[in-house]
């Protein structure tokens, strides 16, 4: 069977040209797949709408509700930082049951990857950051709560602080979170993950690497999660707008496939999110997102993953 892929053509509603989130790189990076070949459009998973119930089992009932019937106050707007409408409150919810479908056919196959998710500034009772819904905290709440797994291990690659994951889970010792992120970046205040590591400004692939391997050597024989929930935010890259890392996509590529490979050698599943990614060259950010699925492709073929 092909690798699990999951998309819909929700993702990516009309949205303005000129605004600093990059909506239209969800269908771009799902062109891109395409185009290179890794995956037809018939072969992409579509999820359904995730309900309020699984919603609220990370987030505030009252937040969900003001948020779909858009009436977020003029503060939580500003936080967000991204207009209202119907389309893209599907766009919300759709997005994070892809994440559940992803995360669920990681559990049955050993590796899936979503083509978006990893919304991980979003906190108990208000959106920040662009993250209006925490599919990483509500994934591991599911899991947890409806027995499917024993503990869960988020590993955040993103070069920005999961805070609202780290916030939303740090009651619940089953879900570990581990954030690797650029020490001196938005948020200005940061949460306090299970594991914080932060990282210098400028560092590059080698160093990088050298971090992901030694933390997954250490925390996965500890922890022993019965998923691993990864944050392949490629705001690390040293074309990103928004980040201050060097990686090069070969160093992307490199530290995607190290931890699959991390995670797959001990018999651990993983699933892919694509985090954290902003270019005004879509196309460029588009085939950034894609080293993702590419790398998970290749741990598949050589894991016998099925």
């Known amino acids: 069977m092909p ?29 891109h797949l395409v185009d290179s070949g890794l995956t037809r459009d018939a072969d992409l998973l579509r999820p359904q709408i995730c309900p309020n119930d699984i919603l609220a089992l990370a987030h505030d009932r009252s937040y969900i509700e003001r948020y779909m ?8 707007q500003r936080r967000l930082g991204l207009p209202w409408n119907e ?29 978006a998710g990893g919304t991980h500034h979003a906190h108990y009772d208000y959106p920040a950051g662009f993250c209006i819904f925490n599919d990483l905290a509500i994934i591991s709440q599911y899991l947890l709560q409806s027995g499917r797994v024993n503990r ?17 889970l740090h009651d619940t010792p089953e879900a570990i979170t581990v954030s690797l992120h650029c020490e001196k970046n938005f948020p200005a205040r940061k949460a306090e993950s299970d594991w914080d590591i932060p990282l210098p400004k400028g560092m590059g692939d080698a160093e990088y690497l050298q971090v992901v391997d030694d933390t997954l050597n250490y925390l996965l024989p500890l922890y022993q999660p019965d ?17 201050y890392l060097q990686l090069t996509d070969d160093g992307v590529a490199e530290r995607d496939e190290r931890v699959m490979r ?14 954290g990614g902003y270019s005004k060259d879509r196309h460029a950010l588009a085939r950034r997102h894609g080293i993702l699925h590419h790398s998970a492709q290749r741990v598949w073929d050589s894991h016998g993953c099925h």
């Not at 869960?152 to 939303?168: E, K, M, P, S, W």
């Not at 991390?262 to 985090?275: A, E, F, K, N, T």
């Open 69 to 76: 019937s858009g009436e977020l106050s003029r503060e939580d």
């Open 3 to 31: 690798l699990p892929l999951i998309y819909h053509e929700d993702y990516s509603p009309e949205f303005p040209a000129e605004h600093r989130f990059p909506m239209d790189k969800f269908r771009l990076l799902r062109d």
């Open 262 to 275: 991390h995670c797959l050698g001990r018999d651990i599943p993983v699933v892919g999110v694509i985090g």
């Open 152 to 168: 869960v291990l988020i590993f955040d690659c993103d070069v920005h602080q999961g805070d609202g994951t780290a916030r939303i």
């Open 227 to 243: 998923l691993v929930l990864y944050d392949a935010g490629v705001d690390v890259h040293k074309d990103d707008a928004l980040g």
């Open 87 to 115: 389309a893209l409150a599907r766009r919300t919810v759709r997005a994070v049951g892809g994440s559940i479908l992803a995360a669920e056919q990681a559990l049955e196959h050993g590796l899936a990857c979503h083509l």
